[in-house]
């Protein structure tokens, strides 16, 4: 059965600093991994899609990776700004077929002027 | 740039009582999902539905729930007869391919049920 993990739970850092998310999953065979961004109260923004057979995407100051192998993907985000505050979530579309998505919990970010 | 609409925003309802939610997926996508997300906790898969028909349900999506794609463009999700627990905030989702790079599941804004 798959699960998705976040660590940290929840992360505060300085304008300007680069940073990096974790999300870890159990189960190898994923064919996707989707980092998500969800600001409070609200929906789930589509950040970036990892497929199967990447190892990377990239979208301004984000960069995502996965490794299969380990079980890991993360989220790289440079230069960090006010208005990244939000919770980020990852989220593995595993065995199933029919593109249910496993998220993790989700790091809440803050990053303060 | 087109999204996924959901209404209403916000639904307040009694123990009980039957609700209806909507959804507006992307007009050129095949798959729709519904997910919903109990307050701090996480993000959790309810069903997906391709070419009018269920394609996998989770165990939370038991006989009190249904799905139906009553036209060309809603998705709705129905609770029968609501308990306090499923008071939650509700996604829904869909996604032009199931695998592929054309996989990814774009979300809407949610419907806040509460359940009093």
């Known amino acids: 059965k798959q699960e998705v993990t976040q660590i940290p739970a929840a992360l505060s850092v300085p304008e300007g600093e680069n940073l990096v998310l974790n999300c870890s999953f159990t189960?190898?065979?994923?064919?996707?991994l989707q980092w998500f961004r969800q600001d409070p109260g609200k929906g789930l923004t589509s950040l970036l899609l990892?497929?199967?057979?990447?190892r990377e995407q990239t979208s301004g100051r984000l960069n995502a990776s996965l490794d299969k192998s380990s079980g890991r993907s993360t989220l790289y985000i440079a230069a960090s700004q006010p208005g990244d505050s939000a919770t980020y979530l990852c989220?593995?579309?595993?065995?199933?077929?029919?593109?249910?998505?496993?998220f993790g919990q989700g790091t809440t970010l803050q990053v303060k002027p | 740039e087109p999204e996924v609409t959901q209404t209403p925003s916000h639904q307040v309802t009694q123990m009980g009582q039957e609700v209806i939610l909507r959804c507006v997926p992307i007009s050129n996508h095949l798959y729709f999902y519904w997910y919903r997300q109990i307050l701090g906790q996480k993000v959790e898969f309810l069903v997906s539905f391709y070419n009018n028909e269920i394609s996998e349900k989770s165990e939370i999506f038991d006989d009190q729930f249904s799905v139906e794609r009553p036209d060309g463009s809603n998705f709705t999700l129905k609770i029968r007869s609501t308990k306090l627990e499923d008071s939650a905030m509700y996604f829904c989702?869909?996604?032009?391919?199931?695998?592929?790079?054309?996989?990814?599941?774009?979300f809407g804004p949610g419907t806040r049920l509460t359940v009093t």
């Open positions: 989702a869909s996604s032009e391919r199931h695998l592929g790079n054309t996989y990814e599941q774009y």
């Open positions: 189960d190898s065979a994923i064919y996707n």
């Open positions: 990892i497929q199967s057979s990447q």
């Open positions: 989220a593995g579309h595993g065995s199933s077929n029919t593109g249910k998505l496993i």
